[in-house]
């Protein structure tokens, strides 16, 4: 069956450019994850939805980062005003419950 | 703060031979252990899990230890192959939370 899709795959932004990256979850899981992972390093948690509800969002490292998933399926990370720090590949993961997540290939944010 | 470490940051073995990657974790208050690879420009795929009520869990070549009382968890491969190479991350989840904590990966070349 599909897996988790994430578009776009590579995205180049210019400083101070806005950038949405979109996440489709495999179909009926509930749990959806956001995360950051910079070059050599292990995955940084972002976000988590349960449907539509956005039960923690702690790992946001500014209010420049928002996520949503508003009819409980498909969520968009938007970066506002993006930095070169930013500069990342940003995974989403699905899962029935919270347990085995199975995550999309990743979005490879890159910042000039 | 939190974190999930490991020991070795690229471990090499000989095709055929057993692997084993190694995870520290600092926070006791975990429920819930994953083993994850990765493959260049792809994402994280679950390899096996175990809670935090188990000691020993094994799949298929793999088998999961973890020792709560040394906050020491491992990731046995048998017989490995040249398709086990990969990075290799160790996640936690902390109890009563749905944010999960990775390890900053364990790089598994196979020699012919």
């Known amino acids: 069956g599909a897996g988790v899709s994430q578009s776009p795959r590579y995205k180049v932004a210019k400083r101070g450019q806005d950038v949405a990256l979109r996440c489709d979850p495999i179909s009926g899981h509930v749990s959806l994850f956001w995360y950051q992972q910079a070059l050599g390093q292990g995955p940084e948690f972002l976000t988590y939805?349960?449907?539509?509800?956005?039960?923690?969002k702690s790992g946001l490292p500014s209010d420049r980062f928002f996520a949503e998933r508003p009819e409980g399926s498909v969520s968009t990370l938007k970066i506002q005003r993006t930095q070169q720090e930013d500069s990342a590949v940003y995974l989403c993961?699905?899962?029935?419950?919270?347990?085995?997540?199975?995550f999309g290939p990743g979005t490879r944010l890159t910042v000039l | 703060g939190e974190s999930v470490g490991l020991h070795l940051p690229t471990l090499s073995v000989q095709e055929g031979d057993n692997s084993i990657i190694n995870c520290a974790y600092s926070n006791s208050a975990s429920d819930y252990f994953i083993w994850y690879k990765q493959e260049s420009g792809k994402g994280p795929q679950f390899i096996i899990d175990i809670r935090s009520n188990m000691d020993k869990r094994q799949g298929q070549r793999v088998t999961v230890l973890l020792n709560k009382t040394v906050k020491h968890l491992s990731l046995q491969i048998a017989a490995t192959q040249p398709g086990d190479s990969a990075v290799y991350f160790c996640?936690?989840?902390?109890?009563?939370?749905?944010?999960?904590?990775f390890g900053t990966g364990t790089r598994l070349k196979v020699l012919a």
């Open positions: 939805f349960q449907n539509e509800a956005q039960l923690d």
């Open positions: 993961a699905s899962s029935l419950g919270t347990d085995t997540q199975y």
């Open positions: 996640a936690r989840r902390g109890s009563g939370t749905y944010k999960y904590i």
